[in-house]
């Protein structure tokens, strides 16, 4: 498998809430780590943050799911 893959759906299109999923967690870590660097103290993982790259994975699921349905 190479990498460009993991971002792509079944039919070869980029998948956006992949992409955007993967965007958000490297600033995130990138954000956390200046943080940490300059506070001194290690940073939690902000919930909304979790539940915006959930909700986005899933909607992208769910249309999946629901075209497949429609087939």
């Given at each position: 498998m190479k990498v460009g893959e993991?971002?792509?759906?079944?039919?070869?299109?980029?998948?956006?809430?992949?992409?955007?999923?993967t965007v958000l967690?490297?600033?995130?870590l990138v954000w956390a780590t200046y943080l940490t660097w300059e506070t001194k103290k290690l940073i939690d993982?902000?919930?909304?943050?979790?539940?915006?790259i959930g909700t986005l994975y899933g909607a992208?699921?769910?249309r999946e799911a629901a075209r497949d349905i429609a087939k």
């Open positions: 993991i971002f792509r759906e079944k039919e070869g299109k980029l998948s956006f809430g992949r992409v955007i999923g967690v490297f600033f995130y993982i902000p919930t909304n943050l979790a539940l915006l992208n699921k769910l």
